[in-house]
């Protein structure tokens, strides 16, 4: 009897016995984990899925969590630019030995799914965003209103004193004298007074009469 399970992206076809290299699981060596995405289960009466055989599961021992081969990725970039870059890269694995395949029953067999060590991470990174939002305006919202409360008694007492000063200060002011009219110039009326006058115009000579 074998069985056709999908895991990481990946579809395997085991039989029990067998030992697998799959993409990390989020599981410890020694614990058993059960495949519930059976796409086909093969044997005398082999049973396809539409997409997945409804019932059916694969279970596995993890034995480690291993590394697979390093793989080094070169980049060379065309004439003219002389980039290079080399990246070297090994892929987490998670190596498991197939103990049994259950061709029905499988959601009463109480054994821990298997999932993805990166499915748990995103999915703990995103109830930590959605969890974060909410603290981080709850404590905005409380800040300024703490800091309202505060300053609505600082600014009463601040007012009172003021308006007192001022009072004080107008009934202390003395009172403006009234403005002076501008005084006569002297200077001008003297020089006036000490210009000459001028002579009055002489009325001309008649012109004698030609005899």
Avoid: C, W
């Avoid at 395997?12 to 984990?33: I, N, S």
């Avoid at 995405?37 to 694969?58: C, T, W, Y």
């Avoid at 007192?164 to 005084?183: I, R």
């Amino acid at each position: 009897m074998f069985a056709v399970l999908k895991t990481g992206g990946k579809q395997y076809k085991v039989q029990a016995g067998d030992v697998l290299r799959v993409e990390k699981l989020a599981a410890a060596a020694g614990e058993t984990v059960q495949f519930n995405e059976i796409l086909m289960v093969g044997g005398d009466k082999p049973v396809l899925g539409a997409p997945l055989v409804s019932g059916a599961a694969v279970q596995a021992t993890v034995i480690d969590q291993i590394k697979g081969e390093k793989l080094i990725h070169f980049v060379k970039r065309r004439r003219k630019h002389s980039s290079k870059r080399t990246k070297g890269h090994r892929q987490q694995l998670t190596l498991l030995r197939v103990t049994e395949i259950l061709a029905s029953g499988a959601d009463k067999s109480g054994v821990k799914a298997a999932v993805g060590a990166g499915s748990v991470a995103a999915a703990e990174m995103a109830a930590l965003v959605a969890a974060t939002p909410a603290k981080a305006t709850a404590k905005k919202a409380a800040a300024p209103k703490a800091a309202d409360a505060a300053e609505k008694p600082a600014k009463a007492a601040a007012k009172k004193p003021a308006a007192a000063k001022a009072e004080v200060a107008k009934a202390d002011a003395p009172k403006k004298a009234p403005a002076k009219k501008a005084a006569p110039n002297k200077d001008a009326a003297e020089k006036k007074a000490a210009a000459p006058k001028k002579a009055a115009a002489k009325p001309k000579a008649a012109k004698a009469d030609k005899a």
